[in-house]
């Protein structure tokens, strides 16, 4: 053999080898069972795989047991075999240490091999190394001793090399797959749409099963869209120029807008976007969330608050900074709608309600009490608050509580509503006042009657009633005028009217009234009745009333004097003559007298010359206005003390 180059016999079998490998035959057995292997690994997990490549390298190798051991880093160890997981043969810590070095080793087995047992079977052992690391074993056992070629160790090295990478790529599609599976399921478990678009060309690329219900559409019809099929606006520039106007930060925007649904409805939606670079193009998440029964919910609060004239407000405890809104803000512009502090809030308020307003906070601040309740008064915008009539102050009723606190459970922020109360204020005062004013007027009228029952004077009793009826029917008619203006005051021309037409007998044109319209303060309309009543009794008995042809003319102004001076005349025509002043002075001069003169400060001139009887009477009004409710019996007091 020395001519032909070879040393021995293996040396040409490897030559041929050699040659065979380069020349371009059709491919080996072994190379055709590594296609089988990687066709048949396709798709399978860690187990599976492991156990399909052992059968396949069993039946191509005829031996009845083959394994691949892996080896973990923390030194456990799993093993497979085509009837699933198995105990591996363990190897001697020689050999172990011997394939740690990544190169496969082949035991013949039998008695022959002083590395195993005697009577052992024949190994073929093929390592894998990860990182330099003893990582997996293939073992291929044959029961009777065997020689084994380097072509089956060859084949057993590709084996665990291939068996590996599909056991690498099993693991990391199977680590993918639970990864998208869980991304699918939260993404579609979120109780709000989430749309993906390409922000290019706003293209819809995703959508969750809550925008699939909540706008109505399939998922492939939702794929079929672009986010200006949505949106009311359109227009892809129009929707990018609304969403840049709220960025957060770059990349996250947060807006509202209103979108359509598939049958057209218009439904308000909150919409926070994400941007991010994915596969090369540039795409945004956006989570959906619909808000139209909240709109809808703050547009009917909003109404109702307006309604009802009422202001929100809250304060946080800790910034010491509040803010507020609605009618009340918007009246009372000298604190500012927010940042203000506690101090601005406070100093417009009435220095009397001050005290009480602050210490009522204050002991909610402090947790004292479960509410915030009171009624005060602020200044108005541009008042000095020194008005004696309380026109410089609004009144103000609200009402709060503690709306969030912190990790501690003290109170951090409070809120509540304000209420402009002035109107009720001030007709509670009317009333209270009206109230002191009906009882003391039904005291002085009890008493003018009494006083009226006991100085009448009558021939007989039939006058004697008809006198009293007559008096007590006066008082029921000023009573009456003042309650149709809920005791704010009665019109002078419908008040002497209403007294004086009883007396004319249906002669209309008997009376005549001359003077501008007058509102009588409520202190001066039932002594005025009285006085009228009075002169028309006079008339009908004694002037111009007791004859067919008699007339009566009234004539009235009022000065611009700071008093508003009421004057006026009574003047009697076509009666009998008089003969002078009456010789006793009656019931009704007493009391014209004591109410016009006494009470009301007012002046009374007779005139009993000529042809009919002239009186004239003053009246300062604007005394009588500010004269309030009367002490009881100021009308009738110096009637009951004249004597009879």
């Known amino acids: 053999m020395e001519a032909g180059g070879y040393a021995d016999a293996e040396a040409v079998l490897e030559a ?12 080996q057995p072994g190379h055709a069972l590594l296609l089988r292997l990687e066709k048949r690994l396709q798709g399978l997990g860690g187990a599976e795989a492991m156990a399909t490549a052992a059968a396949l390298l069993g039946e191509a190798l005829d031996l009845s047991r083959v394994s691949f051991r892996e080896l973990t880093p923390g030194g456990s160890a799993e093993g497979w075999s085509p009837s699933g997981p198995v105990a591996p043969p363990d190897l001697p810590p020689a050999l172990l240490e011997a394939v740690a070095e990544g190169q496969p080793l082949a035991l013949p087995g039998g008695d022959g091999d002083d590395r195993l047992p005697a009577g052992a079977p024949a190994i073929l052992a093929a390592p894998r190394l990860e990182d330099g690391r ?11 001793p065997r020689a084994w070629r380097r072509r089956e160790l060859a084949l057993a090295a590709e084996f665990a090399a291939r068996l590996a990478s599909a056991l690498r790529r099993a693991r990391m599609e199977a680590a993918l797959f639970e990864s998208e599976q869980r991304y699918r399921t939260l993404f579609d478990a979120c109780p709000f749409a989430i749309i993906i678009i390409d922000t290019a ?9 809550n925008a699939c219900e909540s706008y109505g559409y399939s998922r492939d019809a939702f794929l079929r869209l672009r986010i200006g099929d949505l949106d009311v606006r359109r227009e892809p520039e129009a929707i990018r120029a609304h969403a840049r106007g709220f960025t957060i930060r770059p990349g996250v925007q947060q807006f509202e807008t209103q979108h359509r649904d598939s049958a057209g409805r218009v439904r308000d939606v909150l919409v926070r976007v994400h941007g991010l670079r994915l596969g090369g193009r540039d795409i945004s998440y956006g989570a959906h969330v619909d808000i139209t029964d ?16 009422l202001g929100t407000w809250e304060f946080d405890l800790a910034a010491d900074r509040g803010r507020r809104a609605g009618p009340l803000a918007e009246a009372t512009p000298q604190v500012a709608a927010e940042g203000f502090g506690m101090a601005e809030w406070i100093e417009p308020i009435h220095p009397e309600d001050r ?23 602020v200044r108005r915008p541009g008042a000095d608050g020194q008005s004696a009539a309380g026109t410089d102050w609004i009144w103000i009723s609200s009402h709060g509580a503690v709306a969030e606190r912190d990790g501690a459970g003290r109170p951090r922020r409070i809120a509540g509503v304000a209420q402009d109360c002035t109107d009720r204020k001030q007709a509670e005062e009317r009333q209270a006042l009206l109230t002191r004013e009906v009882d003391h007027r039904a005291k002085n009228a009890l008493a003018v009657v009494q006083a009226a029952l006991r100085l009448t004077r009558a021939e007989t009793l039939p006058l004697y009633r008809r006198a009293v009826e007559g008096r007590v029917a006066a008082l029921a008619r000023a009573q009456t005028l003042l309650a149709e203006d809920r005791w704010t005051g009665a019109d002078l021309a419908a008040l002497l009217r209403g007294e004086i037409e009883p007396f004319l007998s249906g002669r209309a044109q008997a009376l005549r009234l001359e003077g501008p319209a007058v509102l009588l303060p409520a202190a001066a309309a039932q002594p005025l009745a009285m006085a009228m009543h009075e002169l028309a009794t006079n008339a ?18 009022v000065d611009d004097s700071a008093e508003r001076r009421l004057r006026m005349l009574w003047q009697e025509r076509g009666g009998p003559a008089l003969q002078g002043p009456p010789a006793r002075r009656g019931f009704g001069a007493r009391v014209m007298e004591a109410t016009l003169r006494g009470q009301l400060g007012g002046a009374l001139a007779f005139d009993w010359a000529g042809e009919g009887l002239l009186c004239r009477l003053e009246l300062p009004l604007q005394r009588a206005a500010g004269h309030g409710p009367l002490p009881s019996g100021a009308v009738a007091g110096p009637l009951a003390e004249a004597k009879d």
Do not use: C, M, Y
């Open 16 to 27: 041929a080898l050699k040659l065979l490998a380069a020349a371009p035959e059709p491919p």
């Open 540 to 557: 009908t008995k004694h002037g111009a009333l007791s004859v067919p042809q008699g007339e009566i003319a009234i004539a009235w102004t």
């Open 134 to 144: 003893l990582s997996g074993l293939l073992l291929a056992e044959a029961p009777a």
């Open 201 to 209: 060309t706003h293209a819809v690329l995703d959508v969750n099963e």
């Open 355 to 377: 005290p009480a307003v602050q210490a009522a906070f204050e002991a909610l601040a402090r947790d004292e009490r479960p509410e915030f309740r009171a009624e005060f008064r």
């Open 294 to 309: 909240r709109k809808a919910a703050e547009a009917r609060l909003r109404l109702a608050l307006r309604a009802a004239r």
